[in-house]
């Protein structure tokens, strides 16, 4: 399995802000996807991060509100741009091996704007 | 429209007994399965997984069954642990379609 890691592991913003959050894999994957889990929710998958191009975005997110770098096959950042307290939720991101069909998952920015 | 169903938002269990966790989808297209348990502060760990081409996984104490002509799927853990308690997630995909589509979980409580 994948040793993922995220940064921050937890924030507290101001309304209007954005916050920039970083995810580090302890090896080279081609598929790293961004997921939220707001509270009471299910996991929701934010977008699809690709390594030179820009992400895929599920319906119901947009690159303005949640911009997504992926400069190579260990790293990718998602940034909450202009939030809201509608943005609390708990960020992941995971990975999928190329071998494996299962996702690992890092552990998690809980996020909180007030 | 929730595609993939946990419709037990929580489960107490005595330790030594049997833990079961049922999950329901609708998309017919889900050929793969997996469970995720979840402990607070820490990010979804993958549990076990099944293809649509079996009817059951066993791994240790955790087996997954799957009835396709039900679209219902069920977690087994025998014998519960207390170390079990967690939010266990159900999750789909459609191979070659990776985006995994998650139920709302089910918290397990294990009372010692």
């Known amino acids: 399995s994948a040793v993922i890691s995220q940064k921050p592991s937890r924030d507290i913003c101001q309304r209007g802000t954005s916050l920039t959050i970083q995810c580090q894999v302890d090896?080279?994957?081609?598929?790293m996807f961004w997921y939220r889990q707001q509270p009471g929710q299910s996991l929701t998958l934010i977008a699809t991060?690709?390594?030179?191009?820009?992400?895929?975005?599920e319906s119901g997110f947009v690159i303005d509100k949640f911009p997504i770098s992926r400069p190579n096959l260990t790293f990718s950042t998602l940034t909450v741009s202009n939030m809201s307290p509608e943005d609390s939720s708990i960020y992941l991101c995971?990975?999928?091996?190329?071998?494996?069909?299962?996702?690992?998952f890092g552990p998690g920015t809980r996020l909180t704007v007030l | 429209d929730q595609q993939v169903k946990q419709n037990s938002p929580s489960l107490s269990v005595q330790e030594g007994r049997i833990s079961i966790l049922n999950c329901d989808y609708t998309?017919?297209?889900?050929?793969?399965f997996l469970w995720y348990k979840k402990y607070p502060a820490e990010g979804p760990t993958f549990l076990i997984s099944?293809?649509?081409?079996?009817d059951k996984n066993e791994d240790g104490r955790f087996t997954v069954f799957l009835n396709k002509s039900a679209k219902h799927l069920s977690l087994h853990i025998v014998p519960s642990q207390p170390g079990d308690s967690a939010v266990y997630f159900c999750?789909?995909?459609?191979?070659?379609?990776?985006?995994?589509?998650f139920g709302k979980g089910t918290r397990l409580s294990v009372i010692a």
């Open positions: 099944i293809s649509s081409i079996k």
């Open positions: 090896s080279q994957v081609t598929m």
């Open positions: 999750a789909a995909s459609v191979t070659g379609n990776t985006p995994l589509v």
């Open positions: 991060a690709n390594q030179g191009s820009e992400a895929t975005y």
């Open positions: 995971s990975v999928e091996p190329v071998v494996r069909n299962e996702q690992f």
């Open positions: 998309n017919s297209m889900f050929d793969y």
